[in-house]
């Protein structure tokens, strides 16, 4: 897993952080120029300004990037780190962007130490780009990155380390997803937290339509009051909803199709916005030491609204309505359940009117209107049948 590398790599030395681990297999990027058109580094920039690349020792700041190959994946990392004061004390208000060239590889995933990321991929076969813009995060980190598990310690447990402003990205061509389908599902997913430990790739839950993230940190920063507070994001593609929560209108997707739980402690502050072409996620303020982050999709459609019914005949009605409202999936009919005492009586259709039949004339009957898609039946709009007059 990327996290998992990269939080046992972050305790193992202040500097050359990224190539410790890979250093008998990893290769280091040049700078894209005459001598390199792919698998280098286009550009780094910091706040607009350029930065040098490669870097030299005095450099005010150091840029590293390698890329390496791990079990048939292809990874890509940067790392960014600060001359003559603590290496991972970046300004947490400065912007970078560093844009990678990686080759014949597409970036089908990322993952980044970073907040407010946002990640553009581009090129064409043979020269893809991936560029990462994004604010350092601070970090509160354990010299064993919380175990294999993200084994943290309870309430009152305190991290050994403070990073000020940490910043890195690593990008992958989700080799290691054995389901094609899933691989072809996940491409565009982006995920960035200042965690010190986090579960990589999201679980995907098709039994609940959930999708599971895990996130553990110390509880305490190293001064053994101050408590840790984490921050997690991730972009979805639509094509990953599709698969995973039946999105088959993603245009009329909105926020409240979406409902995330934390366990484990207090709720945190979580921001759902739903783009052209994705749904981005925003969660702030996440306590520790362990949370066990939830996103619940719902996109069946709303009720149908403005319900009226009447008789037709002694023994038939119809059923009246506006339409339901989507959000994610289309509307394909709509079922009236109609019940008085025992007695059950249905009607369908693409559209309002419904017609049901088969009413007792002596009898009131209460009726539910749902709409039909592939994520399910929608919200229950309710409305009544007089009994028959005469």
Known sequence: ????????????????LCLAPFASAATTLPACASVASTKCVVSVARNGVPVTYPTAPADPYQVSAITWTDAGTHHFNFTVTRTGVSPFSLDTTDTWNVVVNTGATYPEETFARGRGVSIVRGGSTGSYTVGFTMHPVRMAITDDACGHMGACGGPTSVAPRLFTGYLDGWANDLHYVSDPDDAAAMRGFDLATNADWVST???????THAIVLDVANRHFEP?????????????????MLTRLYLVDDPATLTS???TVSAAGGAAPLVVVLVGSSSVHVTIEN????????????????????????????????????DPSRRRGSKVRGYLATCRSGSLIVRGSGLR?????????PSRRYACTVRAKSHAGLGRIG????PRARG
Request: net charge positive.
């Open 1 to 16: 897993m990327l996290a998992r590398r990269l939080l046992s790599l972050v305790a193992l030395a202040f500097v050359a």
């Open 201 to 207: 790739p999201l679980q995907l839950d098709f039994a």
């Open 223 to 239: 001064d053994g009051t101050t408590p840790f507070v984490g921050s997690a994001e991730f972009r979805l593609p639509f094509a």
């Open 256 to 258: 409240s199709a979406f």
């Open 286 to 321: 996440i306590a520790f030491s362990k949370r066990h982050l939830v996103i619940r999709g719902d996109t069946r459609p709303l009720a149908p609204r403005n319900l009226r019914a009447a008789h037709v005949t002694r023994t038939s009605a119809l059923i009246r309505f």
């Open 352 to 360: 309002a009117p419904l017609r049901v039949r088969g009413l007792s």
């Open 382 to 385: 309710r409305v009544a049948i």
